[in-house]
């Protein structure tokens, strides 16, 4: 069974300064891997996928996540913080359906 | 642009009503999906559908039933709804090429049952 763990409920940042958020995986097989995001009262947004090729993926908003096969996890990055990053997070897995991780909280204070 | 559109943003029902969430995507993909989100537990799959009439069970089916008699059209229902179901509903549509990974999701319906 694939599963998906984000350790953290919650990820405070002061703005301008880079931000990680954490996931770490469990599947068999090859993994494909998302990140998708919600802001407060919408449905969840996706923001990038590892399927195949270069370890760091970069996707919307200026985001990117790096793929790490030997240590299963596949964490959320961005340089520079902005207040509107604010929002929940979720790292999810796909072998035949996705799994998503319990979701992360990021809060980007000014 | 994708759109998946959910028919109510926020509903209040009372124990033992029977509850319908309908959901429609504008795509024309074969996949759609029912997922409920709780605070810790990130979101859950309820049911799935492949093509029109063709439903399976996700990871927690108790309680629900699901109907698709359109390719558009997603139905969840709570034959007797209790309160445990108070959460936020989510429905999703995904193209049905292997190679498709994305799901695209609706705005979400908060359900409150008292």
């Known amino acids: 069974a694939q599963s998906v763990a984000q350790p953290e409920d919650q990820v405070n940042v002061a703005e301008g300064n880079p931000l990680t958020v954490k996931c770490t995986y469990s599947v068999s097989g090859n993994p494909y891997l998302f990140w998708y995001v919600q802001y407060p009262n919408r449905g969840l947004q996706f923001l990038l996928k590892?399927?195949?090729?270069?370890?760091l993926v970069k996707g919307s908003y200026g985001f990117e996540a790096e793929f790490n096969k030997s240590q299963t996890s596949f964490h959320l990055k961005k340089p520079s913080a902005l207040v509107s990053d604010s929002a929940l997070y979720f790292c999810a897995v796909r072998n035949n359906m996705l799994t998503f991780g319990g979701g992360t909280r990021l809060m980007v204070k000014p | 642009d994708v759109k998946v559109t959910q028919s109510s943003r926020y509903l209040v029902k009372r124990t033992g009503e029977k509850v319908f969430l309908e959901c429609v995507q504008d795509m024309d993909h074969e996949n759609m999906f029912w997922y409920r989100q709780d605070p810790g537990l990130g979101l859950r799959l309820i049911y799935f559908?492949?093509?029109?009439?063709?439903?399976e069970k996700g990871d927690i089916p108790e309680g629900y039933s699901v109907s698709r008699e359109k390719k558009e059209r997603f139905s969840l229902i709570l034959e007797s709804a209790s309160t445990n179901q108070t959460s936020m509903y989510l429905c999703?549509?995904?193209?049905?090429?292997?190679?498709?990974?994305?799901?695209?999701f609706g705005p979400g319906t908060r359900l409150t049952v008292t």
């Open positions: 999703a549509s995904r193209n049905g090429l292997e190679s498709s990974y994305e799901q695209y």
């Open positions: 559908s492949y093509d029109v009439k063709m439903k």
């Open positions: 590892y399927i195949t090729g270069d370890n």
